[in-house]
């Protein structure tokens, strides 16, 4: 049965990419997979990253039906708005805001999605963020104060991020290697002025 679920899933992935609705729809019927399955092998995309990544908004609203979570990230933090913003997709972008999903999420490396459609000159994108991000942070402001839950959250991302944080060189390091440097500079006077002759 576990062959079943991961053939399942890799057919899945590739519908969705492909924007198959109906072989979409087929595939989560069956039950037997996860549509918030991480695919390793194309960075932890989930099929709803790879809609995102695609525009495919009947294949995108199938896969919410059946419990897809726009906020799940890929290894590096990248949500599905990430994807909508490089791509382009303000229509995805809508959908996901009017989920309350976290439209303003950063990345590993602090872009949100915003600043993504920036750096890709998409700029309806970036224009429906500017007005978005606001409204996000104000009703996850009201939530909390109400008490609803909200799915804002990867629970894997924790652990993911401080792994890739441990896998960078050290700042320390970084900062002994110029202290190092600076204490191996000349610093005879004299040597300064025989170059200078």
Not at 88 to 107: C, S
Request: glycine content about 6%; hydrophobic content about 35%; aromatic content about 6%.
């Amino acid at each position: 049965m576990e062959l079943t679920k991961m053939s399942d899933m890799t057919k899945l992935h590739q519908a969705v990419a492909a924007g198959d609705y109906n072989l979409v729809r087929k595939i989560l019927k069956k039950g037997l997979c996860d549509p918030n399955y991480k695919d390793v092998d194309w960075n932890d995309r989930t099929p709803l990253h790879w809609a995102a990544i695609k525009g495919h908004m009947e294949v995108i609203q199938v896969l919410l039906e059946y419990g897809a979570r726009p906020c799940l990230v890929t290894d590096v933090g990248w949500t599905a708005a990430h994807f909508a913003a490089e791509s382009g997709h303000v229509n995805v972008l809508k959908v996901l805001h009017g989920l309350h999903a976290p439209i303003d999420a950063p990345d590993f490396f602090g872009d949100t999605p915003k600043r993504i459609a920036q750096i890709y000159g998409q700029t309806a994108c970036v224009a429906f963020l500017e007005k978005a991000e606001p409204e996000c942070q104000d009703h996850r402001r009201t939530a909390r104060q109400k008490g609803l839950p909200l799915d804002q959250q990867d629970e894997d991302w924790d652990a993911k991020k401080r792994e890739l944080e441990l896998s960078l060189p050290s700042s320390n390091r970084n900062t002994d290697k110029k202290m190092n440097k600076t204490i191996r500079a000349p610093t005879r006077p004299g040597h300064m002025k025989e170059r200078r002759a």
